[in-house]
């Protein structure tokens, strides 16, 4: 079984103590993919260390976290750093699969909520115009997500780029999701809160379609049962997966394989692989490649079934 992590801080100091170990665990449960988020410069050297020590495997995005944009008075300074690095990667990192994470998060104050909306907007649109998925964080802002949502990935059409990407930590109803999934190719990430017994998240996975859904760990955070309380790290994503099996009545090898291809798609995983693209490609862009549209594993019945509405 073979299972992507869309969402991993592994490089957070929580791993200090074992983080080859916890590595070594993730692939054990064959997490053989981990995406690696940016929050902001106090944590590119950690970011870039991991990726550089394992450079198949884990996989770097580059973004200003909604919540630094709180603590950083120069965060147009880091939004600015991470147009620069995006353009030119340090050495050893190769491409950014996705400009992450980013978004709005008013839980812990709602003082920034202009610096916010603008942090994120700026970096929806260094996404779209370099071709890159975004990884959105939301927190205590879905009904302003939602619009803003809806006006940059429209906006982004008219200037014929696309906006798409992923929901983490998906913890919406299925409303939500079938009102962000109108909006264009965007796919919800689930992480260890669908295998608590009363979540949201839970209830909505059931509407969802497979061929819209990621994995993913968010770890040292949010820990799935039968963690809960303890660290969370990136082989625990195989307890989601058997969850959201459960959830759909799917088997869990399903799911791994269907939720792999998914984030393979989105993230552009394949073409980072030997052989994947050609020399040329991968010099004069750095933009992952774009499948075709039947590569998306998304089936007529199930998009009926679910009610999802087509990209
Ligand atoms: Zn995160």
Redesign the pocket.
């Known amino acids: 079984m073979r299972l992507i992590d869309t ?1 991993s ?1 592994l490089y957070d100091e929580a791993f200090d103590e074992d983080r080859e170990a916890a590595l070594a665990r993730a692939a054990a449960c064959g997490v053989d993919c981990l995406l690696l ?1 940016a ?1 902001d410069s106090g944590s590119h050297d950690r970011l870039f260390d991991l990726v550089r020590r394992h450079p198949g495997r884990c996989r770097p995005m580059m973004g200003l ?1 909604p919540t630094s944009v709180n603590d950083c008075p120069d965060w147009r300074g880091e939004l600015a750093l991470v147009e620069r690095l995006l353009d030119a990667p340090p050495a050893g990192i190769g491409r950014f699969c996705a400009v ?2 980013i978004g709005l998060d008013f839980y812990w104050s709602a003082d920034f909520r202009a610096e916010q909306l603008e942090a994120f907007r700026a970096q929806c649109r260094m996404a779209a115009r370099r071709g890159l998925p975004v ?1 959105i ?1 939301t927190r205590a802002a879905w009904p302003e997500m939602c619009a803003v949502i809806e006006e940059e990935t429209a906006a982004a059409r008219s200037r014929g780029e696309e906006l798409r990407g992923v929901f ?2 998906y913890s919406e109803d299925a409303a939500t999701y079938r009102r962000l999934r109108a909006a264009g190719d965007w796919l919800f990430g689930i992480g260890g809160v669908a295998t608590y017994r009363r979540s949201k998240v839970a209830e909505a996975v059931p509407e969802m379609a497979l061929a819209d859904l990621v994995l993913e760990t ?1 770890c040292p ?1 949010l820990p799935p049962v039968p963690h809960r309380g303890e660290r969370n790290e990136s082989a625990y994503v195989a307890h989601t997966c058997a969850r959201v099996a459960e959830l759909l009545g799917r088997s869990p090898g399903e799911v791994a394989e269907q939720t792999a291809r998914n984030a393979a798609r989105m993230f552009g995983l394949a073409a980072d692989e030997p052989g994947g693209r050609t020399e040329g490609e991968a010099a004069d862009s750095g933009r992952p490649a774009r499948p075709a549209a039947d590569d998306s594993g998304r089936t007529t019945a199930e998009t009926m079934n679910q009610g999802t509405p087509k990209a």
């Open positions: 969402h801080h988020p929050i976290h992450g994470e990884t964080h983490h930590a968010d955070y």
